[in-house]
């Protein structure tokens, strides 16, 4: 797809509405390494990883006991009501989006097709990692959570009994299910939308920018997009790394 701007004016039986926000400045660099990125996104983000990844290997045990401490009371802060909560409203904004005048709207500019076939779109769609997660999880993950999940982790049931057999399919489902794919589907069509449809950069900043608009030029969107990249990298490791231990259990 190109990247033309195609504005509308006017909604279907309304009268005219502000244009939407169709520039958003990021300062690039212009010369070096980082043509066409911002350095302001991209050296603190390679700092951030860097330092992780200098952390896990010289103190390993220490890295290792303290993100299972981070994570166990994130669970328990956040495992029951805002989990199911934020999956809830996911689902429903995701419904939302197929309603007839959202459903109907082009992912660019009027006239335009599809870059990619269905078959191709797909194929990348597992190769970015999804078919390694759902080959190791679809199995090990019930497996996984009938001895430890976040109904453990609060004491509702015992692990390796009878009542965790419920509690670890409904996390299983949680993560693998409708819940999830909305997840992907939202965050796809806020990115795809704007980028295609209102030529704005093809980052998550981006997305934010009909509620923020032009104060993601600055340092707020260069800290959202930072948060992206180190989570995005870090979420690709975990799955590189899944397909590694698959490859060596042979």
């Not at 390993?60 to 802060?77: C, G, K, M, V, Y």
């Not at 693998?176 to 806020?190: D, F, M, P, R």
Request: hydrophobic share 50%; net charge negative; glycine share 10%.
């Amino acid at each position: 797809m190109t990247n033309e701007a195609h504005v509308d004016t006017q909604s279907p039986g309304s009268g005219p509405v502000d244009p939407p926000l169709c520039e958003l400045p990021v300062a690039t660099a212009e010369a070096g390494f980082y043509t066409g990125f911002s350095t302001h996104v991209a050296i603190p983000a390679k700092i951030i990883v860097s330092i992780l990844i200098v952390w896990a290997v010289v103190f390993p045990t220490h890295a290792s006991d303290t993100l299972a401490l981070a994570n166990e009371t994130i669970i328990r802060q956040f495992a029951g009501w805002y989990v199911y909560l934020v999956a809830f409203l996911v689902v429903v904004c995701a419904i939302l989006a197929l309603v007839p005048q959202s459903g109907s709207l082009r992912l660019g500019a009027p006239g335009e097709t599809p870059e990619f076939s269905r078959f191709s779109w797909f194929s990348m769609l597992f190769g970015a990692g999804i078919g390694i997660g759902m080959l190791t999880y679809s199995t090990g993950e019930p497996l996984a959570h009938f001895q430890n999940n976040p109904d453990i982790i609060r004491g509702y049931v015992e692990p390796a009994s009878a009542g965790a057999v419920a509690s670890a399919y409904e996390y299983t489902f949680l993560h693998w299910g409708l819940s999830a794919w909305s997840t992907y589907a939202l965050v796809g069509l806020a990115i795809g939308y704007v980028a295609y449809r209102r030529s704005l950069p093809l980052t998550i900043r981006s997305s934010l920018a009909p509620l923020f608009g032009l104060r993601l030029s600055g340092m707020g969107g260069h800290a959202v997009d930072i948060v992206a990249v180190v989570a995005t990298i870090l979420g690709v490791s975990v799955t590189m790394g899944l397909g590694v231990e698959q490859f060596v259990a042979g």
